[in-house]
């Protein structure tokens, strides 16, 4: 059981000592992806035309540099929930470890998609400078290819617009015909409390907290559509 103990202690500051590594390599990688596109801007023809070769370059090492300690961090990850500990402690901070990895994970991800989305933008708004440099048709062939994928994102949020709005008027029309529903079967209420006196004050209630259950849910069904729409445009 001591060796045990010994072992997770080992484990978890190795995986301290990767956690504040990874910590350090993420602020270094997310000042180069943020920075490559200014470099490529500023300067001379010469330099414009390396920096962005040079930063490139600096950023797919770091990004291969830092997705190896994620895999190390993982393992290590393992070895520490293989271990026959006990305690509500170490089960908590072995889940704060797992949340850290998971955290730098997304961090990463979320870099590298920025850093990958400006990129081809740079390219596709880059226009005559890639026309002067390089073969002609290999440039025209690239912007025609960044012109077609933003081609086909546009057409992904339309189409994705398209489904909302068809939703939406779904949902319009199920509500207009419960609503035709309910004035069928308020008439009938109505009809059969003027027959009988004696229930019309239970119908007035029913009435009551129908009207308050058709706000609520009309309420409910308007927010599900805003944050819908707020998704498709995001």
Known sequence: MQMVGSSYDVLRKQARTLENEIDLK?????????????????????????SPLLGEHVFDSLSAEIEQMLEKLSSLNE???????????????????REILQGYRQEFNKI????????????????????????????????????????GHLSSAGNMVNDQINIAIETRENLHAQR??????????NDISNRFPL???????INIKKRRDSLILGAVIAFCVI????????
Not at 39 to 44: D, E, F, L, Q, T
Not at 199 to 205: A, D, E, H, V
Request: glycine letters at 8%; hydrophobic letters at 35%.
């Open 227 to 234: 944050l819908l729409l707020l998704y498709a445009f995001n």
């Open 112 to 151: 590298y998609a920025n850093h990958t989305m400006r990129i081809e933008r740079e390219e596709l708004l880059r226009g005559s400078g890639l026309a002067t440099s390089g073969s002609p048709s290999i440039s025209g062939l690239s912007r025609r290819e960044m012109y077609m994928k933003e081609s």
């Open 199 to 205: 229930i019309n004050s239970l119908i007035q209630r």
């Open 79 to 97: 070895s520490m929930s293989e271990l026959p500990t006990t305690g509500s402690a170490a089960m908590h901070t072995l889940q704060r470890h």
């Open 26 to 50: 993420l602020v270094a990688f997310s000042k180069i992806g943020a920075g490559s596109s200014i470099s490529s801007n500023s300067g001379n023809n010469n330099s414009a035309d390396t």
């Open 180 to 189: 035709q529903a309910f004035k069928r079967i308020q008439t009938r209420f």
